[in-house]
């Protein structure tokens, strides 16, 4: 089965930078789009940034200039650097990938079990 692991939460003061990062494994054939998304304590999950398999971004307009999502597709990895963190970017992260298992003709929507961001003081 196909796994999305992330890593690289934390707590961080306001202003600092985190790298999260999230591979994916299991029987892969091929992995399509990847993209960070975010849950913050009463509010909806929203999306951050994407990713496609060609290296073509989109950014949130709350995250533009300060985060950058990249991807090693040799590694089924997909990152997501954050510099200057402010407080209401506080949540928790979740790892998204459209993926296509071996011997299946289609591509599924899989979600990593997410990591706590906390920019705090």
């Known amino acids: 089965q196909v796994q999305l692991v992330e890593s690289g939460g934390g707590l961080v003061q306001p202003g600092g930078s985190l790298r999260l990062s999230c591979a994916a494994s299991?029987?892969?054939?091929?992995?399509?789009?990847m993209g960070w998304y975010r849950q913050a304590p009463g509010k909806q999950r929203e999306l951050v940034a994407t990713?496609?398999?060609?290296?073509?971004?989109n950014y949130a307009d709350s995250v533009k200039g300060r985060f950058t999502i990249s991807r090693d597709n040799a590694k089924n990895t997909v990152y997501l650097q954050m510099n200057s963190l402010k407080p209401e970017d506080t949540a928790v992260y979740y790892c998204n990938a459209e993926i296509m298992e071996r011997l299946s003709k289609y591509g599924m929507d899989y979600w990593g079990k997410g990591t706590l961001v906390t920019v705090s003081s």
């Open positions: 990713i496609t398999a060609g290296g073509i971004t």
């Open positions: 299991g029987s892969i054939f091929s992995i399509y789009d």
